[in-house]
């Protein structure tokens, strides 16, 4: 399997800040890998895919970045609802496999 | 709209048997197959597998072959999730996703925790 080791496992931003979130896969995923966002009880929610691309309705402030084994996910400007986890997903091969994960609070 | 209703929280104790339903609608149900994700309290998110919704074919991911079995109530654009003698390690929500034209889980069902305990 695709071992996805994600970074930091939690990060404390001040609002305006930047921040961005690292995955590392066990092998080349070719950038089949997507960011997701999760909040307290809630459901994951999509904000990048295909490594780079924003999903519809995501703002802006949100992006992807990586090829082979690296990949990151930026936000630029941190928000009150940015808080949350963050999840990475590859996509590759079967099974397809998360990161570890990261939380995400406001300062 | 495209939604994903899950089934209520289930208590059961262990050795017993339970059923998650995720209903679909917004959709053909037969377009898109429909994948499984466990998340244990405090967790990460773990693939379980997922069924071809046209076949009925069920693909699992090699921790949840055995005890796991995905189905179908097609007419009623419904998926199911049955766990079969429960142990303390089900302990978790699970929860139901569809990938959209991006080929990405974009539609996800509101999660179905599972508590056993005796």
């Known amino acids: 399997d695709i071992q996805m080791t994600q970074s930091p496992a939690s990060l404390s931003a001040s609002l305006g800040e930047t921040i961005s979130i690292e995955c590392r896969a066990s092998?080349?995923?070719?950038?089949?890998l997507a960011w997701y966002q999760q909040k307290s009880g809630k459901s994951p929610q999509l904000l990048i895919y295909?490594?780079?691309r924003l999903q519809d309705g995501v703002p802006s402030r949100f992006s992807g970045s990586g090829s082979g084994t690296q990949y990151s996910l930026k936000i630029s400007g941190m928000q009150p609802e940015d808080e949350g986890d963050y999840f990475c997903?590859?996509?590759?091969?079967?099974?397809?496999?998360f990161g570890g994960g990261t939380k995400l609070e406001l300062k | 709209q495209i939604q994903l209703v899950q089934s209520g929280p289930e208590l059961k104790k262990p050795g017993e048997s339970v059923k998650i339903s995720c209903k679909a609608s917004?959709?053909?149900?037969?377009?898109?197959?429909m994948h499984w994700v466990k998340q244990a309290p405090g967790k990460g998110l773990k693939w379980m597998g997922w069924?071809?919704?046209?076949?009925?074919?069920?693909t699992y991911a090699d921790d949840f072959k055995g005890r796991f079995v995905f189905s179908l109530e097609a007419s009623a654009s419904t998926a199911n999730l049955q766990i079969s003698n429960l142990k303390n390690e089900d302990t978790a929500t699970y929860f139901c996703?569809?990938?959209?034209?991006?080929?990405?889980?974009?539609?996800w069902g509101q999660g179905t925790l599972v508590t056993v305990s005796s």
């Open positions: 295909a490594a780079n």
């Open positions: 996703a569809r990938q959209d034209r991006t080929g990405w889980f974009a539609y």
């Open positions: 092998e080349d995923i070719y950038s089949n």
């Open positions: 917004g959709y053909t149900f037969t377009d898109y197959a």
């Open positions: 069924i071809n919704t046209y076949t009925g074919k069920p």
């Open positions: 997903l590859q996509g590759s091969k079967f099974p397809w496999t």
